[in-house]
């Protein structure tokens, strides 16, 4: 069992569309983030949020759009996506400020835009 | 900056075949390594860690020895199974600025056939 929860696990949406992922974590972790894999390839860094604020944009463009409403809950808005957009969003959280502690991960949603 | 190079693949290898997987780093100062493993369908779970030199992390019958004179850490494990077959990601988080930030090498598919 993961300790790191996301819904939904599949999204198709249309082009015009607006959506939310939504990931959750009761690990008291205090940094989480949201990446993006693409198929045979690994994660791309995409967000960092450190004590609820953003702290890491890896100049993703602006039809994502993250959110930390708490400690234990991330989201990330989507709008006007692309094809290319289509891929494995994963978010993970992990101790704050703590180089040697791995990051948890969830196991993803795959977005699909038509 | 940071950077993982990992041993390209995929590899094949018959049931209770030994399997090393080679990664190399580039960092300053002294990270901690890590070894991600990813499941069909799942996201990246910790298969092991090590956070200084000469240390050995190991899980699941699999292990890995940091070596900070090669800067290497290779995967290993004496006698695979079927259900080892996943993607493999070796991972590096450094201890300059931005600690939450991981760096992951490209991945290495592993199949395993019975």
Not at chain 1, 44 to 49: D, G, T
């Amino acid at each position: 069992d993961t300790e790191v929860t996301q819904t939904p696990k599949h999204l198709v949406m249309g082009m015009t569309n607006k959506k939310s992922l939504k990931c959750e974590q009761h690990m008291g972790h205090r940094a989480m983030y949201w990446y993006k894999q693409k198929a045979k390839k690994p994660p791309e860094l995409m967000f960092v949020y450190s004590y609820e604020k953003l702290s890491i944009n890896e100049s993703v463009p602006s039809r994502f759009s993250p959110e930390c409403p708490n400690s234990s809950l991330l989201n990330l808005h989507l709008h006007a996506l692309q094809p290319e957009d289509s891929a494995l969003y994963l978010c993970a959280s992990s101790q704050q400020g703590r180089v040697n502690q791995p990051q948890h991960f969830g196991d993803g949603t795959r977005l699909s835009i038509l | 900056g940071n950077s993982v190079t990992q041993m390209e693949g995929p590899v094949t290898l018959s049931e209770e075949a030994f399997l090393t997987i080679n990664c190399t780093y580039t960092a300053t100062g002294y990270p901690s390594l890590f070894w991600y493993v990813q499941y069909p369908g799942e996201g990246l779970q910790l298969l092991l860690k090590a956070t200084k030199a000469d240390d050995k992390g190991s899980n699941k019958g699999f292990e890995a020895t940091y070596r900070k004179e090669t800067t290497s850490f290779h995967l290993e494990k004496g006698s695979v199974q079927v259900s080892d077959s996943a993607v493999y990601f070796c991972a590096l988080k450094g201890r300059a600025t931005n600690a939450g930030k991981s760096t992951f090498g490209d991945g290495t598919t592993l199949t395993v056939k019975p």
